[in-house]
């Protein structure tokens, strides 16, 4: 970024070879630049990620130093007041204001009795943010969130009102601010505000309103539905939004008032005759898992559920899932290969349960959340728990191929693209970026806090392939040779120990294909073969061919010719 000042014709270059990107301030006089170059080389291995904050005079392009090795993995996004006077920085577990021109610090929440620091995100990263929505109009205020409220705080520290009238005792959560109005840059306060509501015990959602010059947020809907951010005209006070739920395809609906009271479907999704076939609605499981901590799961319930009758069930797994309970599922092909319609559709029951992680025991923190999650949804009697698998996709796909090495509750799994050996996959390369992968151990999804060599025992204890003697469960396994985020010789490695063990395996490769399937043939096929492998092990339908087989190349279709199995 350059200034090119016309009435003195003086071109100023701004960012340099260090600071490579600088962000202006809504008065465009002064801007900040972050320099990691002196963090860059451990940042880059390690990921926990540090940098030297610079405020830049635009006139001049002079830089000064005004925060030294501040920690960026916490940070949610630097922000500049309307008056360009302060910048709002997270450090250290506070919300914190820099003054722009003296270079002054305040702690905004140092004395207000909560905590900022996010209870919710377990990666190896010291004290996240919990997250804010920035500045108010009239400079006054700065809009925070804790784990669970919403605080007004003053822009000197000394004031701090709770607008949301502690939701922390109800585990009410407000979980996003609805930007109405898109030609304001700031919070205007003397106009309504929209904010978006969890219930975490519940996952029901909702919408409140912080009326104009109003310190009190108002619940205005709460159920179990998904309700879309609100849009409003320029030139009218109308406000449009959709609703869904679990089993509704999303709606359009229009309010004429701020209230939401007079409210108007404007189409309908949902006719009488799909009825029936998509999914019967879905339940909240409550559970403990084996560490004590009292998680969730969501059971999805098939199509013409009969109460008192247990079904076939595919637990999907992904870190935590349960806060879109009341998302509906659209019946397609996906890149992963699964879709909770087409299961729910076809006679199943889904499970999704949350996972709760404990540094250096990723996998293992898997198991002792999973695995109660399905013996609580087996005690409903709506799932069959002589017939139950599990799949996943990633890093769901990780822990897929980890659960069936400690646990025989699954009759069948799928693994698409799983990492399976922490120690060498540690220092292969994330070929989608070019960065290795020892970031993502480290700070990231591997939750691990060093490398295999200082924690041999824990990357040992949690990857697949050092426990593959035990599996007994079979497994169809993805893997593409293309796939820039999971190496793929990940896939190959877990596969060919199986086979050499006589396991019960078949590995799927789709040439030329990245980590997730583009092809739409592709989808298709993928999507098919992982539905004839659940329907033979969990409803005892006959074996197909290329499970019980295999496939030689040679007795492909046409149409099929452009992948290898």
Same mark, same amino acid.
């Given at each position: 970024?350059?200034?090119?000042?016309?009435?003195?014709?003086?071109?100023?270059?701004?960012?340099?070879?260090?600071?490579?990107?600088?962000?202006?301030?809504?008065?465009?006089?002064?801007?900040?630049?972050?320099?990691?170059?002196?963090?860059?080389?451990?940042?880059?291995?390690?990921?926990?990620?540090?940098?030297?904050?610079?405020?830049?005079?635009?006139?001049?392009?002079?830089?000064?130093?005004?925060?030294?090795?501040?920690?960026?993995?916490?940070?949610?996004?630097?922000?500049?007041?309307?008056?360009?006077?302060?910048?709002?920085?997270?450090?250290?577990?506070?919300?914190?204001?820099? #003054? $722009? *021109?003296?270079?002054?610090?305040?702690? =905004?929440?140092? &004395?207000?009795?909560?905590?900022?620091?996010?209870?919710? /995100? !377990?990666?190896?990263?010291?004290?996240?943010?919990?997250?804010?929505?920035?500045?108010?109009?009239?400079?006054?205020?700065?809009?925070?969130?804790?784990?669970?409220?919403?605080?007004?705080?003053?822009?000197?520290?000394?004031?701090?009102?709770?607008?949301?009238?502690?939701?922390?005792?109800?585990?009410?959560?407000?979980?996003?601010?609805?930007?109405?109005?898109?030609?304001?840059?700031?919070?205007?306060?003397?106009?309504?505000?929209?904010?978006?509501?969890?219930?975490? #015990? $519940? *996952?029901?959602?909702?919408?409140?309103? =912080?009326?104009? &010059?109003?310190?009190?947020?108002?619940?205005?809907?709460? /159920? !179990?539905?998904?309700?879309?951010?609100?849009?409003?005209?320029?030139?009218?006070?109308?406000?449009?939004?959709?609703?869904?739920?679990?089993?509704?395809?999303?709606?359009?609906?229009?309010?004429?008032?701020?209230?939401?009271?007079?409210?108007?479907?404007?189409?309908?999704?949902?006719?009488?005759?799909?009825?029936?076939?998509?999914?019967?609605?879905?339940?909240?499981?409550?559970?403990?898992?084996?560490?004590?901590?009292?998680?969730?799961?969501?059971?999805?319930?098939?199509?013409?559920?009969?109460?008192?009758?247990?079904?076939?069930?595919?637990?999907?797994?992904?870190?935590?899932?349960?806060?879109?309970?009341?998302?509906?599922?659209?019946?397609?092909?996906?890149?992963?290969?699964?879709?909770?319609?087409?299961?729910?559709?076809?006679?199943?029951?889904?499970?999704?349960?949350?996972?709760?992680?404990?540094?250096?025991?990723?996998?293992?923190?898997?198991?002792?959340?999973?695995?109660?999650?399905?013996?609580?949804?087996?005690?409903?009697?709506?799932?069959?728990?002589?017939?139950?698998?599990?799949?996943?996709?990633?890093?769901?796909?990780?822990?897929?191929?980890?659960?069936?090495?400690?646990?025989?509750?699954?009759?069948?799994?799928?693994?698409?693209?799983?990492?399976?050996?922490?120690?060498?996959?540690?220092?292969?390369?994330?070929?989608?970026?070019?960065?290795?992968?020892?970031?993502?151990?480290?700070?990231?999804?591997?939750?691990?806090?060093?490398?295999?060599?200082?924690?041999?025992?824990?990357?040992?204890?949690?990857?697949?392939?050092?426990?593959?003697?035990?599996?007994?469960?079979?497994?169809?396994?993805?893997?593409?040779?293309?796939?820039?985020?999971?190496?793929?010789?990940?896939?190959?490695?877990?596969?060919?120990?199986?086979?050499?063990?006589?396991?019960?395996?078949?590995?799927?490769?789709?040439?030329?294909?990245?980590?997730?399937?583009?092809?739409?043939?592709?989808?298709?096929?993928?999507?098919?073969?992982?539905?004839?492998?659940?329907?033979?092990?969990?409803?005892?339908?006959?074996?197909?061919?290329?499970?019980?087989?295999?496939?030689?190349?040679?007795?492909?279709?046409?149409?099929?010719?452009?992948?290898?199995?």
């Amino acid at each position: 970024m350059s200034a090119w000042h016309i009435q003195e014709n003086k071109f100023t270059s701004l960012a340099d070879s260090n600071i490579k990107a600088i962000s202006l301030s809504p008065n465009q006089l002064i801007g900040y630049g972050v320099d990691v170059t002196p963090y860059e080389y451990e940042s880059n291995l390690s990921g926990q990620n540090f940098g030297d904050l610079y405020i830049v005079d635009i006139k001049t392009g002079q830089k000064k130093l005004a925060i030294e090795r501040l920690y960026l993995n916490v940070n949610r996004g630097l922000r500049f007041s309307p008056n360009s006077d302060c910048l709002l920085f997270f450090r250290e577990g506070h919300y914190q204001l820099l #003054n $722009t *021109k003296t270079l002054a610090i305040t702690n =905004l929440t140092k &004395n207000i009795p909560t905590s900022f620091v996010n209870q919710f /995100d !377990d990666h190896n990263i010291d004290r996240p943010a919990t997250g804010s929505y920035g500045f108010t109009a009239d400079n006054k205020y700065v809009l925070l969130k804790d784990n669970y409220d919403l605080w007004k705080v003053s822009l000197d520290g000394k004031s701090a009102i709770r607008l949301s009238d502690n939701w922390s005792s109800h585990k009410l959560i407000v979980s996003g601010y609805n930007r109405l109005y898109e030609e304001d840059d700031f919070i205007d306060l003397k106009k309504n505000q929209y904010f978006h509501v969890l219930n975490y #015990n $519940t *996952k029901q959602k909702g919408v409140a309103l =912080l009326s104009a &010059n109003s310190n009190k947020l108002e619940i205005l809907k709460l /159920d !179990d539905i998904n309700i879309s951010t609100l849009r409003k005209p320029k030139n009218s006070n109308s406000l449009f939004y959709t609703i869904e739920r679990s089993n509704v395809a999303p709606d359009i609906f229009m309010a004429t008032d701020k209230l939401l009271k007079q409210e108007l479907k404007i189409v309908d999704n949902n006719p009488d005759s799909q009825k029936g076939k998509i999914s019967a609605g879905s339940k909240l499981l409550t559970y403990v898992s084996a560490h004590g901590d009292t998680l969730h799961a969501t059971l999805y319930l098939p199509a013409n559920y009969v109460e008192g009758k247990s079904y076939p069930t595919i637990t999907y797994i992904y870190e935590r899932l349960t806060d879109e309970k009341n998302n509906y599922s659209q019946p397609l092909y996906p890149g992963g290969g699964f879709n909770r319609a087409m299961y729910t559709s076809n006679g199943y029951a889904v499970l999704m349960p949350d996972i709760k992680y404990k540094l250096n025991d990723p996998g293992m923190s898997a198991v002792a959340c999973v695995a109660p999650a399905v013996k609580a949804a087996i005690a409903t009697g709506i799932v069959d728990g002589n017939n139950v698998a599990i799949h996943g996709h990633s890093w769901g796909g990780y822990q897929t191929g980890f659960l069936i090495t400690q646990t025989d509750i699954f009759k069948a799994a799928a693994a698409g693209a799983p990492l399976t050996n922490m120690i060498s996959m540690y220092s292969l390369i994330y070929w989608n970026t070019g960065s290795s992968n020892q970031s993502i151990f480290e700070s990231s999804q591997g939750r691990l806090t060093t490398g295999y060599w200082d924690n041999w025992d824990a990357y040992v204890r949690n990857s697949p392939i050092y426990h593959i003697k035990k599996v007994k469960t079979p497994l169809l396994l993805l893997h593409n040779d293309k796939d820039g985020a999971v190496d793929y010789t990940q896939g190959i490695e877990y596969y060919n120990g199986l086979r050499r063990l006589n396991k019960p395996v078949v590995m799927l490769t789709y040439n030329g294909e990245n980590h997730g399937l583009m092809k739409e043939v592709n989808k298709k096929d993928y999507a098919v073969r992982m539905m004839e492998y659940f329907d033979h092990h969990l409803k005892g339908k006959p074996a197909p061919d290329w499970w019980q087989k295999g496939i030689k190349y040679i007795d492909l279709p046409k149409h099929l010719e452009e992948r290898a199995f």
